[in-house]
C-alpha cells in the first residue's frame, strides 16, 4: 500500500492567518486530492491536486481560499489561508495507488484548530 | 458518484461477529465497493474492497450480492479495538469519493 505522510500532523493557528499542509507520497501516485473533515462530520472532498495545472475545486471551496500545488508525482500542498474558527478541521490527503488494484489511501490527517 | 446508505449505529460485543450492510441501488457498471475505518483524529483506513461476488482478507469480509445494489462487510470476532466509524464507499477508482455518515460501532465487553 501507498504511505502518506502529512505535516503538520497538529496545529493551533491564529485567526487570519495562513496555514500550509504538506502531503508526501512514498511512491508516484497520478491522482492526489484534499478532503476536509469537520468536528463530528464526514469527510468532504475539496479538491483534485493536478501535477502541472490547476487544481480541480469541488463546489463551495476555491482556490483563493484552499490554495494547491502538486509540483510532481509524489508531493502537494493545500493552504488554508485567512483562517477562521469555522475551518478547525482536520484536512486529509488520499492518492489512487495502483499496485495490485487501484485503491485509495489516506494520510493520517492535519488537525488545526484556529482560534 | 454513487451515493451509500448504512445505519448510523450499531451496538456488538466482544467475540461476536458483526455484519454491516450498505445500500447504493445506483451503483455504476465500473464501480467498485470500498470500506474503510476511522478512528479519532485518524485518516480512514482500508479495509477491504471488491466489485462482486465474496471478498476476503486477513481482517474482513465483503459481500456482494449478484445485482450489486448492497454489500455486506463482516467483521469476525470483533474486540474493543474495533470501535470505530465504518464508512461503505462506491467509485469507479477516479479517487473522487462521496462520504456519507458511516455507521459507528461501538464493541461492549
Known amino acids: 500500500s501507498a504511505v502518506i505522510s502529512q505535516k503538520p500532523s497538529r496545529d493551533i493557528c491564529q485567526r487570519g492567518t495562513s496555514l500550509t499542509i504538506q502531503c508526501q507520497v512514498d511512491s508516484q501516485v497520478t491522482m492526489m486530492f484534499w478532503y476536509r473533515q469537520q468536528p463530528g462530520q464526514s469527510l468532504t472532498l475539496i479538491a483534485t491536486?493536478?501535477?502541472?495545472?490547476?487544481?480541480?475545486?469541488e463546489s463551495g471551496f476555491v482556490i483563493d481560499k484552499f490554495p494547491i500545488s502538486r509540483p510532481n508525482l509524489t508531493f502537494s500542498t493545500l493552504t488554508v489561508s485567512n483562517m477562521s474558527p469555522e475551518d478547525s478541521s482536520i484536512y486529509l490527503c488520499s492518492v489512487v495507488w495502483g499496485g495490485s488494484g487501484n485503491t485509495i489511501y489516506f494520510g493520517e490527517g492535519s488537525w488545526l484548530t484556529v482560534v | 458518484l454513487a451515493k451509500t446508505t448504512q445505519p448510523i449505529s450499531m451496538d456488538s460485543y466482544e467475540g461476536q461477529e458483526v455484519n454491516i450492510t450498505c445500500s447504493h441501488n445506483n451503483i455504476a457498471t465500473n464501480d467498485y465497493i470500498t470500506w474503510y475505518q476511522q478512528f479519532p483524529s485518524q485518516g480512514p483506513r482500508f479495509i477491504i474492497q471488491g466489485y462482486k461476488t465474496k471478498v476476503t482478507n486477513e481482517v474482513a469480509s465483503l459481500f456482494i450480492p449478484a445485482d450489486r445494489k448492497s454489500s455486506t462487510l463482516s467483521l469476525p470476532r470483533v474486540s474493543l479495538s474495533d470501535t470505530a466509524v465504518y464508512y461503505c464507499?462506491?467509485?469507479?477508482?477516479?479517487?473522487?469519493?462521496?462520504f456519507g455518515q458511516g455507521t459507528t460501532l461501538q464493541v461492549k465487553p
Open positions: 491536486a493536478n501535477q502541472g495545472s490547476e487544481a480541480t475545486y
Open positions: 464507499l462506491v467509485g469507479d477508482y477516479t479517487g473522487k469519493l462521496i
